[in-house]
Structures are given as C-alpha cells and as structure tokens.
C-alpha cells in the first residue's frame, strides 16, 4: 500500500458572503488543522461558484471577501497553502477525467443537487449536476487524505473515496489515496435561523435566516433575538432538545462559538429561558465574530495585497497539481 503525505484539502464557494455556518463548519476547523502533522490546503472555489449565474464583478469581489475571511480567521500563507481554484487549471482538467469515471447513477443519489435544482432540474447548469466529480477532482488533485467539511459535504466526500477507488480499480493502480471526511464539533450543521430544518446558506432567501461574518453587533444581536424559538425554557439534558430543532440550532451555534460541547452549554442554562440564553448568545457570537469582520475590511482594503497572496499560493498548489495530473494521464493512457 502506498504512504500517502497527511494532507488536509478543503474549500469554500464564493457565491455570495461567508455566514456562521460556514464559520463554525468550515473555517475555524481549518485554523484548527493548521500547524498540526497535515499539510493544509485551502481553497477559494470559483469554478463551484459559477454552477449558478454569478454576476462577473460581484464573484471578484465574493472572491476576495472568502480569502479575506480565511485570512482573518487566522489561515496563515507562510503554513498553509490558500489560492482560489481557477488559478490552477489542473482542477478543471482532473474534473473532466472524473467525470468519466464517475458514474450517473452515483450522481442521481446526490442529495445537495435534489435540494438544490428542486422540481427545475432540467433547467440547472451540467456543472451543478457533475459539481461532485470536480469536487473529487479538487481533493485528489493534491493527493488529500483529510477533508474539515461541514455535515452537507458528507455525501461528496464519500463520492469522492468512490471516485478513487473505481479509478484505482479500472487502472489497476493504488494511486489515489482514501480520503477521509473530517466532521468534528457541535456545529456541524448549523441550521437556517427562521426555520431549524434547514440550514443556513449563503444564498438563502432572507438576510434575517443567516449570520453574515461582517454583521454588524445590532445586526447580530437583532437576527438572534428574532430567531425562531419555542416558548419552552433550555432542558436539563441535551435529549430534551431532540424534538426541537431551532432551540438546539441555537444551543449548537453557542458550542461552537465558545468551545464547549452542546451537553457543557445546557448544563450551565438548563432551565434558562430565551430572554436570558438569547442575549447571551449574541454577545458571545460578536465578542468572537467582530474581530474577525474588522480585520476581514482590513485585508478587502488592499484587495492587491489579496489577489498576491491568492497568485503565491496558486503557484504552491500548482508545483503539487501538476505533476500528480501529469501521472494520471500517464496511466490513463494519454501521450504526452
Ligand atoms: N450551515 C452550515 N453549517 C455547517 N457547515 C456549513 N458549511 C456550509 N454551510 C454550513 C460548510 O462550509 C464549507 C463551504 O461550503 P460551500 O460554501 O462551498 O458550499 P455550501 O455548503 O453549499 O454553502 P452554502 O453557504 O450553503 O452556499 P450556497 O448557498 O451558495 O450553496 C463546507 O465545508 C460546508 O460543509
């Protein structure tokens, strides 16, 4: 069996601005990841953005705001590689390789793009129904055994190890590595703040489901206290939640953002009712936030300063991507 380098890969679609689901699931398990054994790769990914329309100069500017917001968590250039995905072109050309190993029936099971296309499925991009296979291409272009995704990726990252295995498989190779999904922490899911069975997104319709990274402190005092709760106090144990969506959503988002586990949080408030444990939540939530959202606008004023630091890492991830494209090709059969 292959030693495969632990590498950690992961990314984030600018398609409209960073919430604190994508925060607590995504970013601040990067920062985490980083300077421990992996070698940590992230990625701004633009080619995944444009699977639906995106206006041209608000993606440049989306862009930029999700590496800002990477680098204002505390992704540090010097020790992992952060570039945006269009910068490399291998993503594309492995995308194209696996998706031919991929199979339609494996992409009929994805639920994110029944969620996504709904009843217009004939109307969607191709790209939003083979989005999995450029994923998998993202993750194995670099030869990653470690995926940091938030509970919705679960499925793509599985595809991902599906991918792998049918390509080592066909070619009778052990070439690209297993790769594990990294799905740690309370917060997860972090769901949609008007109605608990759905999770919070970028896109979604209303502003006031969604915590933005660069809310404002009354903004984000105003959407928690707007929140959707029930009229019941926060339970004894954490099984007393189990039938209520939006008040675990909440008890969750307070896990994540202070480091504690759910069952920790509800001992402290067990019996607290929201007037006490929501103005609680939306201090916690700015005390950690706003430091983020400040340097955040402190970076997006030197967009140069960004697109440099985008263009270094670009050519980091390059001088890996290419030469494990190059082999692919190399067994797939292609003269080069
Ligand atoms: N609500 C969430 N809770 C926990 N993790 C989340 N992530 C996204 N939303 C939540 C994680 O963030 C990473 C990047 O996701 P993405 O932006 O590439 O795609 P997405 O999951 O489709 O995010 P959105 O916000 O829902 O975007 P739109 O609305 O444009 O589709 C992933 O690790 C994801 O799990």
């Known amino acids: 069996m ?17 919430t604190l689901g994508n925060y607590l699931g995504a970013i601040k398990r990067f920062v985490d990841m980083q300077g421990t054994d992996f070698e940590t790769m992230y990625c701004v990914v633009d080619l995944h953005a444009i699977t639906v329309w995106q206006d041209p100069a608000e993606l440049r500017d989306a862009t930029r705001e999700v590496a800002a917001g990477f680098l204002a968590s505390g992704i540090d250039p010097e020790k992992s590689t952060l570039f945006n995905q269009s910068q490399v072109p291998a993503h594309a050309e492995l995308g194209w390789l696996f998706s031919c190993v991929a199979r339609v029936g494996w992409m009929n099971r994805m639920t994110q793009f029944k969620d996504k296309a709904g009843s217009g499925a004939e109307k969607v991009s191709l790209g939003l129904y083979a989005y999995p296979a450029l994923m998998a291409a993202d993750i194995l272009l670099y030869h990653a055994t470690h995926v940091p995704v938030g509970e919705d990726q679960k499925q793509h990252v599985e595809l991902t ?10 070619f009778k190779v052990d070439f690209f590595p297993e790769t594990n999904p990294v799905i740690e922490g309370p917060a997860t899911r972090v769901m949609n703040l008007r109605d608990g069975t759905k999770k919070m997104s970028k896109s979604g319709e209303s502003d006031m489901e969604r915590i933005n990274m ?17 009229p019941e106090p926060l339970p004894e144990t954490l099984d007393g939640l189990s039938t209520r969506p939006e008040a675990k959503n ?3 988002i307070y896990a994540g953002l202070s480091g504690q586990t759910s069952e920790q949080v509800i001992a402290e408030y ?11 939540l939306a201090d916690l939530a700015v005390e950690k936030l706003a430091p983020i959202s400040s340097e955040m606008a402190r970076y997006m004023d030197d967009k140069a300063e960004i697109d440099r630091i985008l263009a270094r890492g670009a050519e980091k991830a390059r ?3 290419d030469p494990i494209l190059k082999q692919t090709k190399e067994i797939i059969g292609f003269v080069q």
């Not at 190890?161 to 066909?170: E, L, M, P, T, Y």
């Not at 019996?271 to 929501?278: C, E, I, S, V």
């Open 250 to 252: 909440l008890v969750d």
């Open 161 to 170: 190890r599906d991918i792998a295995n049918k390509f080592n498989h066909d």
């Open 2 to 18: 292959t030693q495969f380098t632990p590498r950690v890969f992961s990314g984030i679609k600018p398609s409209g601005g960073l």
């Open 270 to 280: 067990a019996g607290a009712g929201w007037g006490r444990f929501k103005p609680a």
């Open 319 to 321: 001088a890996i991507a």
């Open 214 to 230: 660069t809310d404002t402190a009354d903004l984000i005092a105003k959407k928690f206290k707007k929140a959707k709760t029930d």
